[in-house]
C-alpha cells in the first residue's frame, strides 16, 4: 500500500518515524483510516504504467518469425507417417535416413535386394528394410520435410501475417 508521510513512502511491515520522533509501530497497517489521518499518514494511488510503444513492423515480423519457427519444429518433431513407418522429421532421423540412403545405394550397385537395414521408428519399432525401401522412406521424408519447410517459409514471408500459425491450412498446401 503506498502510504507516504511528509513525502516520504511508508513501507508495511516496518516501522516509521514521524516529524516529533516517535516511532510507529509495524503494525501501523492494522490501523484504521482514522488513525492513519491522525497520524499523518496519506494514501496516494501508485502511479499508472507508462504506456507501452505500439511495436514496429520489425518487432512484429520477428515475433512472428519465431512464432512460425517454433510451429514448424513442432510439426516436424510430431513426424508423419510413410509408408506406414512412423518417421520423425528432427535433424537427427534426417542425418540416419541420409546415411541409410547412401548405403542402400550401395547394396543397390552390389545387386543386394534382401532386408539388411535397420530403422527405428518414432516408436521404437525397428523395421527391417530392402535398398528400395530405404530409398522410399528417405525420398518421401525428405519431400515431406522439404514442405514443411516451403510452408514456413511462406508463412514468414506472408503480408499479411495470418492470425495463427498452428491453422493446418498454412501447412498442408505442399504435403
Same mark, same amino acid.
Given at each position: 500500500?503506498?502510504?507516504?508521510?511528509?513525502?516520504? =513512502?511508508?513501507? +508495511?511491515? @516496518?516501522?516509521?518515524?514521524?516529524?516529533? $520522533?516517535? &516511532?510507529?509501530?509495524?503494525?501501523?497497517?492494522?490501523? /484504521?483510516?482514522?488513525?492513519?489521518?491522525?497520524?499523518?499518514?496519506?494514501?496516494?494511488?501508485?502511479?499508472?504504467?507508462?504506456?507501452q510503444p505500439e511495436p514496429t513492423l520489425e518487432e512484429i515480423r520477428e515475433r512472428w518469425t519465431? =512464432?512460425?519457427? +517454433?510451429? @514448424?519444429?513442432?510439426?516436424?518433431?510430431? $513426424?508423419? &507417417?510413410?509408408?506406414?513407418?512412423?518417421?520423425?522429421? /528432427?535433424?537427427?532421423?534426417?542425418?540416419?535416413?541420409?546415411?541409410?540412403?547412401?548405403?542402400?545405394?550401395?547394396?543397390?550397385?552390389?545387386?543386394?535386394?534382401?532386408?539388411?537395414?535397420?530403422?527405428?521408428?518414432?516408436?521404437?519399432?525397428?523395421?527391417?528394410?530392402?535398398?528400395?525401401?530405404?530409398?522410399?522412406?528417405?525420398?518421401k521424408g525428405s519431400q515431406w520435410v522439404m514442405a514443411i519447410r516451403k510452408a514456413s517459409w511462406?508463412?514468414?514471408?506472408?503480408?499479411?501475417?495470418?492470425?495463427?500459425?498452428?491453422?493446418?491450412?498454412?501447412?498442408?498446401?505442399?504435403?
Open positions: 500500500m503506498p502510504y507516504f508521510y511528509n513525502d516520504k =513512502q511508508i513501507r +508495511e511491515g @516496518r516501522s516509521w518515524k514521524n516529524a516529533d $520522533g516517535i &516511532t510507529h509501530p509495524s503494525t501501523w497497517a492494522r490501523w /484504521s483510516d482514522a488513525e492513519k489521518k491522525a497520524a499523518g499518514l496519506v494514501w496516494r494511488d501508485p502511479p499508472a504504467p507508462a504506456p519465431a =512464432q512460425v519457427v +517454433e510451429e @514448424r519444429t513442432r510439426r516436424l518433431d510430431a $513426424g508423419t &507417417t510413410i509408408d506406414g513407418i512412423p518417421v520423425s522429421g /528432427s535433424i537427427q532421423v534426417q542425418a540416419d535416413l541420409t546415411a541409410l540412403d547412401r548405403l542402400a545405394e550401395k547394396a543397390t550397385a552390389n545387386v543386394i535386394s534382401e532386408a539388411v537395414f535397420e530403422f527405428r521408428d518414432q516408436n521404437d519399432v525397428v523395421h527391417k528394410l530392402t535398398p528400395e525401401q530405404v530409398s522410399s522412406l528417405f525420398d511462406d508463412l514468414i514471408d506472408a503480408d499479411p501475417i495470418p492470425d495463427d500459425v498452428t491453422d493446418d491450412n498454412h501447412w498442408n498446401k505442399y504435403v
